[in-house]
């Protein structure tokens, strides 16, 4: 079946920083891929996409690009915030699953000043 | 990207009772779901919420404890029945209005005494 794996957490990072969060899923289909973020006392919200191979999906200086050749779709931002401060959660859905999402086991960030 | 509301937002409950969490989509929406995220895990779908007909649920989640409803394209409720300490949670639900992007409400915080 299908299955995402994240990179263990937390993660620790000082202001403007490079971020990196390892995704890698296994998966029968095509799947599209997805980057969710938490914050702290708050429900998910969809960071970015991709669809299909090669895709890159970019929102609010993160960026990840779907890498089907190494199954992977890396989180990075190129320089952290400390209000970048939350739960990353890398998933994915396919058509075949009914679009159900699964999830990877997240990633907590914590950016100091 | 519709917009979704859930109350209550937290509660406090005794074991042994019940609680109705209920989810408003501001559109109509092709799909609905509820997800459950135990303390620090990840998030692990309960059901698909059919409109019109039976949920489907997913391994290890029977009707009997989780109860849903979904009379129209805009609106769900679940409901967690005879609660034990082991059920809080964060009950979170989703929808995907066309495409197959998830997004998500608030959260409902459940503590169970």
């Known amino acids: 079946g299908n299955s995402v794996t994240q990179m263990e957490g937390p993660v620790t990072l000082s202001e403007e920083a490079f971020l990196t969060i390892n995704c890698t899923y296994t998966a029968t289909g095509y799947p599209s891929l997805f980057w969710y973020v938490q914050y702290p006392g708050e429900g998910l919200q969809l960071l970015l996409k991709?669809?299909?191979?090669?895709d890159k999906g970019s929102n609010k200086g993160f960026e990840a690009t779907y890498r089907k050749e190494t199954t992977s779709f890396h989180l990075e931002k190129g320089s952290v915030q400390v209000s970048d401060s939350a739960v990353y959660f890398c998933?994915?859905?396919?058509?075949?699953?009914?679009?159900?999402?699964?999830f990877g086991s997240g990633t907590r960030l914590l950016v100091r000043p | 990207s519709a917009v979704i509301s859930q109350k209550p937002s937290r509660d406090i409950c005794q074991r042994g009772t019940s609680l109705t969490i209920q989810c408003q989509v501001d559109s109509q929406v092709t799909m609905m779901f509820w997800y459950r995220q135990q303390p620090g895990q990840s998030l692990t779908l309960i059901a698909t919420?059919?409109?019109?007909?039976?949920?489907?649920?997913e391994s290890g989640f029977v009707i009997d404890k989780f109860p849903i409803s979904r009379p129209n394209l805009t609106f769900s409720t679940l409901t967690v029945s005879n609660m034990s300490p082991e059920d809080s949670s964060i009950y979170l639900c989703s929808s995907i209005a066309g495409g197959e992007t998830q997004y998500f409400g608030p959260g409902t915080r459940l503590l169970v005494l």
């Open positions: 998933a994915l859905s396919d058509r075949d699953s009914s679009y159900k999402l699964i």
């Open positions: 991709a669809t299909k191979a090669d």
């Open positions: 919420a059919n409109q019109g007909s039976e949920a489907t649920y």
